[in-house]
């Protein structure tokens, strides 16, 4: 990853994305399934919500596997509400520029707090997508969030191979005119 590139802006842009969505939640989808097929939508929010809480928690100088990537309960209602928390929490424990360039711990291993939150903004990226399947199909997400996170998967993931310790499926072939939200799913190894 770029030395010089800074994620900080970019996850909180994501995340901001994720909680608008969130706050449009019908409660009644919680129980649906999602791309991301090992989860269903409350699972899923819940996963998405403890990962940014991880790294939050990595910021403010903990290691990464020291906290699961899973929320406790969140009221239905209150999944927006969540995000934005946790967000707000994030912001402030990578607020300091100095954090991109120290070693940090993650479940990936120790790199630098820039390439921590690189892989951050992969994950939650990815995961909007997800969540967006069940929530609102039809909506538009962000285009540059998309490339962005496109761009950090095909430098940090390779094409092949997968599995094993590599918690991706292969990648998936896609159409020749998708959209990149479903490109990045694709080569995630999502069925799209």
Known sequence: MDRTFDPR???????????????RLDPARLDRPTPCTEYDLRALLGHTLGAVHRIAYVGE?????????????????????????????LAAAWADAA?????????????????ALGGYVMEVVTHTWDIA???????EL????????????????PAAPRGGELPFGDVQPVPADADVHTRLAGWLGRKV
């Open 9 to 23: 802006p970019v996850l909180l842009s994501a995340l901001d994305q994720l909680e608008k969505l969130a706050a």
């Open 61 to 89: 100088g903990g290691r990464g596997m020291d906290l699961p990537a899973a929320a406790g309960a969140i009221e239905d209602a209150d999944w927006g509400g969540a995000f934005g928390r946790s967000r707000d929490r």
């Open 99 to 115: 954090k991109l360039d120290r070693e940090v711990e993650v479940p990936w291993g120790r790199v630098p707090g820039r390439v």
């Open 133 to 139: 399947q069940v929530i609102d199909p039809e909506g």
């Open 142 to 157: 962000d285009e540059e969030l998309g490339h962005m996170a496109l761009g950090i998967a095909q430098k940090v993931l």
